[in-house]
């Protein structure tokens, strides 16, 4: 496997991983319960990641679909390593206020099961999409991002994982809260 993909898929899968364990980690019956009124219930949560996925996994098709019809080259220059291209610290920092926008809102009705069965399929897609194009110039193919401005496919699914990272630590504040004694 190419090294930037595999380094950006064992990014991703690793905060994928803590993510599933902080979610375990919350009882089942309360996946759809708010920890407070202006915060986001487990369920939400999951919605929300799911939605944010899906959009930027279509943005990222579409822009290496236009690209290698274009002719996208082989990688060329040495981009290793990616992760700290992107400011992880910055994106995973709960003290900072993110506003989302309507378009990634989750649901009043969000399901945490399906939630995960959607991340789970974008996740399979995105490892499809980037092994089917590894060793191409993915690090020249440029996305708009509305956190970081504009970002190369690599930086985007380190996106992906910060932005998930983020989250975990949300699900386990929300975990805190609702289940106040759990060890």
Known sequence: MYAAVAEVLDFFDTNRA????????????????RPGAEQWSVAEILAHLAIVERRV???????????????????????????PTVNVARLVDRSRRVATSEASMPPAD???????RDL?????????????????????VVVPNPVLGPVNVYQSVVFLAAHEARH???????RASLVPHAP
């Open 18 to 33: 803590r993510l599933e364990e902080a979610v375990a980690a919350v009882p089942v019956d309360l996946h759809a319960r």
């Open 168 to 174: 975990t630590q949300q699900i386990h504040e929300a």
């Open 110 to 116: 969000a399901d945490a099961r399906h939630a995960m």
């Open 57 to 83: 996994l279509q943005l990222l098709i579409s822009s290496i679909e236009a690209a290698a019809s274009a002719g996208l080259a082989p990688e060329a220059e040495t981009i290793l390593p990616v992760v």
């Open 120 to 140: 789970a399929e974008t996740r399979t897609e995105l490892r499809r999409l980037l092994l089917e194009f590894a060793g191409q110039a993915l690090s020249t």
